[in-house]
């Protein structure tokens, strides 16, 4: 075990998703406008005289996260310019907020998976984690630089200005592990209240860290700061971690002195590097905007926000374990892909009803296997034909209703796995109904025991020499028999019912 400790800070940017800019009227294409310099105009250029006026959805956002992270929303708020100077922020200034940001005193409970853990081990033992969230506030984006071969950096402003929101949390991570949690989980609640798509890849969710070590027993904040900046996926994040960690636990041990400083990653490399020294509150000079009035929420406002919250991810997850008994892994898989979840739904009450319908032939057991029977198919086999053929669930064919259907007669035994698969696949392609598919290829399952009769006694008088091998207690024979009758039913015959029969005609 090491004598050093690691404490984590996690600095979260979020794009948010309004029609418009924050303090100007152009179209927010989040910075993924094709066409440079293309949603541009006085205001997010920083042309002299120019007067912003603030985005009241940007402001409803963020208020919204802030609620759904338990947060105390500042009864007023205010914006402040951040002076610096760089090629991508024309003003000379950004504005953002200082002393008193939007929400405040937040947390986020996250469960992690145990070191030694693998991530398919249903078994697998987790830990809770309650993560403070010290503030959100509400700024503006920067523009895009571009940098050339030969050393020339253009510019783009379509992504200046465009509104972004900041979360800070308190310095309570400890590890690369429950720092890739924290993030994941806040992607999720970003999409879940609909503010932002938080793609990672393509710069709409930016996340830093700021690691630092202490010898055990220390005050946790006793040891110096180093930030990892700008890092673009979730794996980047525990990483970069890791290893900066392991950097800095390297430089104490051989009585070396670590830097304040702000630090990239190298995915290629795999390592941290420098990148600049880290600057203080200080030197950027806040200072509240000349420009704008300090803005109030009142108690309806926020409480109205509060109504409108949606079901949130920590909330999903509990009400799929204990209305459908799913294994967690498959209902994490639900709750993170918010879309499939949604078909699950739609499918499990088309299921629910017929399971009523059925009255007191289905008990609770029955009940979990038909949910679950339906988790499988949804989350392996459609979800496998879904991402070969690139297609999201929007695009998908399938209405919940007859995909229903199929589980329905699979749970039934009207058809054996085989068909499924096939019928699945051809409801994929042509969004069929099922029972029209099984009719036109003949894939119903043979059950009756009268129309299997006849065709076990062919297979058992032409294969004397496996009933006699069975017979004298080689067990793998009866599996050959099986084929046998598979076989000539061309895999329609029931596998318990001709299992049955077998067994009674060779005793």
Known sequence: MSKYQPTIGMEIHVELATKSKMFCGCKNGMGLEKEPNKNICPVCTGQPGATPVPNKQAVEFVAKAGLALEC??????????????YPDLPKGYQISQFDLPICRDGKLKIRVRKDGEEKGNNQAKTYGKTVGI??????????????????????????????????????DITSAKEAKKFSEELQLIFRYIGISPADMEKGQMRCEANVSLHKEGEDILAGTKVE???????????????????????????????????????????????????????????????????????????????????????????????????????????????????YFEEVSSELTEWLACEGEKVDEKAKTKVYRLANSYLITNLAKLMSDDGIEMDQLKITAENFAELIKMIHKNEINSSAAQTVLEEMFKTGGDPSHIVD????????????????????????????????????NSIKFLMGQVMKETKGKANPPVVMELLKNKMK
């Open 440 to 475: 036109e290829k003949d894939l119903k399952q043979v059950s009756d025991t009268g129309e299997l009769d006849n065709i076990v006694d062919v297979i058992l008088k032409d294969n004397p020499s496996a009933v006699e091998d069975y017979k004298a207690g080689k067990e």
């Open 72 to 85: 105390q929303i500042t009864p007023e708020s205010k914006f402040d310019r951040k002076n610096y100077f």
């Open 134 to 171: 010290h503030r959100i506030h509400l700024e503006e984006d920067t523009a895009k630089l571009s940098h050339g071969h030969s050393g020339e950096s253009l510019v783009d402003f379509n992504r200046s200005s465009v509104p972004l929101m900041e979360l800070v949390s308190e310095p």
């Open 228 to 342: 990892l900046k700008n890092i673009n996926s979730f794996r980047a994040i525990e990483k970069g971690i890791e290893y900066e960690i392991e950097r800095q636990t390297e430089m104490l041990d051989n009585g070396e002195k670590v830097i304040q400083e702000t630090r990239g990653w190298d995915e290629h490399k795999g390592e941290t590097f420098s990148q600049r020294k880290k600057e203080n509150a200080d030197d950027y000079r806040y200072f509240p905007d000349p420009d704008l009035q300090p803005f109030t929420f009142s108690k309806d406002y926020i409480q109205g926000l509060m109504n409108k919250l949606p079901e949130l991810p920590r909330e999903r997850r509990l009400r799929f374990q204990e209305e459908y008994d799913l294994l967690p892994e498959n209902v994490e898989t639900l709750v993170t892909n918010k879309d499939l979840g949604n």
